[in-house]
C-alpha cells in the first residue's frame, strides 16, 4: 500500500520494489522481481530481523482468522492482503465463510484471480486501502456489510504516512461496518528495537518506499477506541499463541498486533 507512485502509475510497477511482492520474498515466495529481491535485500542487511517479522505477522493473521472463526464470524475482508500464501483467509475460515481480498498491486490481484477464479464464496479486487468508500462498496458485492464483518489489515498500517492518517483510515471502514465486526491490525513497532527499526524506515526512505514504525501509543489509536479483545495490543507473537510461537525471541518481532470488536 505504500508506494506513491500507485495513485497515478498505469503500468505494473515491476520496475520498483512494492511492499507486497518484498513480503513475498520474505516468506519464501517467487511471485517477486529483481528491484522486490533487491530491496529485501537491503532491508535484510539493515535489519535482519525483517523476516522474523514477515513471518510472525503470517502466523499472527492464521491465528486472528482463526479465533473469530471460532467465535462465529463468516465474513472477512482483507485489505492490503499481498499474493495469496497458504493458509490463506478463506482456507482458515471455512467453506461457509466469504471472503474478499484487497490490494493495490495489479500483478498481486491478477495472480490472486487466476488463482481464486474458481472458488465460490472469494472474490479478489484491485483496491487502495486509504479509499475506504470504493473498497467498501466493491467488496458489499458479496459480503453483507449489514452483518458482522472482519477487517483485516494486516503488515499495512506502516505503508501509511502520518499525513494519510491511518487511524482516520481505519475509522471510515469502521464506522461503515455493522455491530459485531471486528478489527484486525498488526504494524512495525519503533519501541522495541528502535534502532533496528530506524534502520530499517531509513532504508525504506532511500527506495522511495514508505515505511514507518510507530509506537506502542500510536498503533493502539488506529483502533479509535474500539474494545480490544483479550490479551490487548501486544507483540504479534503474544497474541493467543500456539506451538509456533514457543522460543520466539521477542527482540526480533518489532511488529503490534491486536483485535477490537465494534459493539
Known sequence: MSDDSQHSAPDL???RPHPARIYDYLL???DNFP????AAEQGLAA???VRDIALANRRFLVRVVRHLAGLGVRQFLDVGTGFPTSP????IAGEDSRVVYVDIDPVVVNHGRALLAKRAGVRMLEGDLREPEAVLAEAGELLDLGEPVALLVVSVTHNVTDAEDPAGILARYMKALAPG?????SQMASDVSPERSAALADVAARQRTTLLPRTHAEVLSQFGGLELLEPGLVQVPLWHPDEQEKGVDLSRVWTYGGVALKA
Open 47 to 49: 535489519a535482519p530481523d
Open 88 to 91: 490463506n483467509v478463506h482456507e
Open 28 to 30: 519464501g515466495g517467487k
Open 181 to 185: 465486526s471486528y478489527l484486525a491490525v
Open 35 to 38: 528491484p522486490d529481491r533487491a
Open 13 to 15: 510497477g515491476m520496475g
